[in-house]
């Protein structure tokens, strides 16, 4: 499984950014695809997920009501809407696979590269 995250940039804060994450390789055995991100110096921190059958979601309390993702079995792509955007969600965000289900990122065996998140005040 491979997976690619893009769609990063400078942005203010109130802005709104929308991050894309393409899969691709043994996708049916996996479980769900969700986004984590890491700013400097902070562990690496679950945001949401998209399970692939039936398409529901889980998000984490410190994003919930901004952050919305969504998938596209067509594309094989993950989405991250990540709205009214602050200072503090300046990070690198990843997006990861995992076979089985967990919100731990040692549960995710997959990941792609980051695309960094920079939200000026």
């Known amino acids: 499984v491979q997976l690619q995250a893009s769609g990063g940039g400078l942005v203010q804060a109130g802005d709104s950014l929308r991050l894309s994450c393409a899969t691709s390789?043994?996708?049916?055995?996996?479980?769900?695809t969700g986004w984590f991100r890491q700013a400097p110096g902070k562990e690496r921190e679950f945001l949401a997920r998209?399970?692939?059958?039936?398409?529901?979601?889980t998000y984490a309390d410190s994003v919930q009501g901004r952050f919305t993702v969504s998938g596209d079995n067509n594309e094989n792509a993950v989405y991250l809407q990540m709205n009214n955007l602050k200072p503090e969600d300046t990070a690198v965000y990843f997006c990861?696979?995992?076979?089985?289900?967990?919100?731990?990122?040692?549960?995710?065996?997959?990941w792609g590269q980051g695309t960094l998140v920079t939200v000026s005040s």
């Open positions: 990861a696979s995992a076979t089985y289900n967990t919100i731990r990122p040692q549960g995710y065996a997959y």
């Open positions: 998209f399970i692939w059958s039936g398409g529901s979601t």
């Open positions: 390789g043994r996708r049916l055995s996996v479980f769900a």
